[in-house]
């Protein structure tokens, strides 16, 4: 009888955390999102940390088509975003 109990708890805790797993949305990019405002490659090849540079990170809004959003500002070449979490 003990044992049918653990299973059946096993199983719905299986299903249950299945379930949300389904439902979560990994694609969300609402938040906050920052943009690198200088130049990329020259902060990389000069060793520099980018995580150190708080000045020339500015928050900006992210639509929910990234790719449009990157089309829009390919005048760059390059963008660094991250996410605020």
Same mark, same amino acid.
């Given at each position: 009888? =003990?044992?049918? *109990? $653990? $299973?059946?708890?096993?199983? !719905?805790?299986?299903? /249950?955390? !299945?379930?949300?797993?389904?439902?979560?949305?990994?694609? &969300?990019?609402?938040?906050?999102?920052?943009?690198?405002?200088?130049?990329?490659?020259?902060?990389?090849?000069?060793?520099? /940390? !980018?995580?150190?540079?708080? &000045?020339?990170?500015?928050? *900006?809004? $992210?639509?929910?088509? !990234?790719?449009? =959003?990157?089309?829009?500002?390919?005048?760059?070449?390059? *963008?660094?975003?991250?996410?605020? =979490?």
């Amino acid at each position: 009888m =003990f044992q049918k *109990i $653990i $299973i059946t708890l096993s199983l !719905l805790l299986y299903y /249950n955390c !299945l379930y949300k797993i389904q439902e979560e949305n990994f694609q &969300d990019l609402s938040g906050i999102w920052e943009v690198y405002v200088s130049l990329v490659s020259e902060d990389l090849q000069t060793n520099k /940390n !980018l995580k150190q540079k708080l &000045d020339r990170w500015e928050p *900006i809004p $992210i639509p929910s088509n !990234l790719k449009d =959003f990157i089309k829009w500002n390919s005048s760059n070449e390059e *963008i660094l975003l991250r996410k605020q =979490f």
